[in-house]
């Protein structure tokens, strides 16, 4: 035996196999006991979505604090207390919270906010309360003074629209999409259909199908599946013709390590270096970026932040290693030099200048 280590699962799971362990004679009350810790029960206490119900995610951020929570869309404190005191339930919606927003917090069923992470304010005040919270949610543009925000696809949800959070499962990128039927359908039909609508209009539309957090070419490929069988499904129901390349967005340290394989069902790469950076350095930004950056940069360790230009180094040898690896699998797709151009200094860290031919992959 070379390793054993502690088996994950969920709460819910944790209590299960512990009881059948008893009902089994396998262990005593006593031994259950310990087998379920106390963070674990008080995650049981939360409410919690149906798991068979068919949802429509518009978007995804950091699970921030646990539990369900459904809800009319405010954007401002003082009406989620209004609807509160007249009985409705409410999801209090900001780029980030503050501790002006604290009444609105708690009258709240949930808090919604496109900033932040783990231990942004609106985190560490939700966990406190006990109360569902998702932070990060990127995706979404927060307009606070006109009471809305806007999602992928063009959706957008008004003060009094109501929505739903889900603060304990935050899965994303290629993973949520493979998890919840028709997700990656719906997405890739409304950009079939938009751009049908483009071209039979005589304009020249060219959009491109991106999966994002792919680890393994099975998941491209499974993706891949999905997004040719919606395009086909657009193109018989609007008798034009698409084409439309399908790639992926390498931020994840295996999927760079795995490129060539992955480039077998990617037409085109992109690289976002957020995600990429904060793996391969192995923290989060959210979480340590105050924490020890400052001492970081006195003592040198840094010499600017992992975050305000791409460190050479490590993440841009990642990127180095895929683009290589990838044109090698697919080698009609460009041929001048087989290296990062150059790297711009800070100020514009997301951009990198590759001379990859036809197929130009991009830094985001």
């Known amino acids: 035996m070379l390793q054993t280590r502690v088996g994950k699962r969920t709460a819910a799971a944790a209590f299960c196999i512990a009881t059948q362990l008893v009902d089994e004679g396998l262990i005593d009350l006593d031994e259950a006991l310990t087998r379920v810790t ?50 409705e339930a409410a999801i209090l919606v900001r780029r980030e919270t503050n501790p002006d927003d604290l009444n609105g917090m708690i009258a709240a069923k949930g808090i919604l906010t496109s900033r932040g992470g783990k231990t942004s304010h609106a985190a560490v005040v939700a966990r ?68 049908a609508q483009l071209k039979r209009a005589g304009k020249d539309p060219r959009p491109e199908i991106e999966t994002p957090l792919v680890t393994a070419v099975q998941e491209m490929e499974a993706a891949r599946g999905l997004t040719e069988r919606a395009l086909r499904e657009v193109e018989e129901e609007t008798g034009v013709h698409l084409h439309i390349p399908i790639g992926t967005m390498i931020e994840v340290p295996r999927g760079a390590l795995t490129a060539g394989s992955i480039a077998g069902s990617a037409e085109f790469f992109s690289f976002g270096t957020n995600d990429l950076t904060q793996m391969t350095w192995g923290f989060s930004r959210d979480d340590v970026e105050a924490a020890f950056f400052g001492k970081y940069l006195q003592l040198g360790i840094f010499g600017v932040s992992p975050f305000e230009t791409i460190d050479r180094e490590g993440v841009g040898q990642l990127i180095e290693f895929a683009v290589r690896k990838g044109r090698a699998a697919r080698p009609g797709h460009g041929g001048v030099p087989h290296r990062v151009d150059h790297y711009r200094e800070p100020g514009a860290h997301r951009i990198v200048d590759m001379l990859v031919g036809e197929q130009l992959p991009r830094i985001c």
């Open 38 to 87: 106390g963070a674990e029960l008080v995650r049981l206490m939360f409410p919690t979505f149906d798991t068979g119900a068919n949802v429509t995610a518009i978007a995804t951020g950091v699970s921030a604090s646990p539990g369900a929570a459904v809800g009319k869309a405010v954007f401002d404190s003082a009406r989620a207390v209004e609807l509160a005191a007249a009985g």
């Open 128 to 195: 406190g309360m006990g109360k569902p919270c998702v932070c990060g949610a990127e995706q979404l543009d927060v307009d606070t003074s006109a009471k809305r925000f806007t999602a992928p696809a063009g959706i957008t949800i008004a003060e009094g629209d109501v929505i739903s959070i889900d603060g304990t499962s935050g899965l994303r990128g290629v993973r949520l999409d493979l998890v919840i039927p028709g997700l990656f359908g719906m997405q890739v039909r409304a950009i079939a259909h938009a751009a």
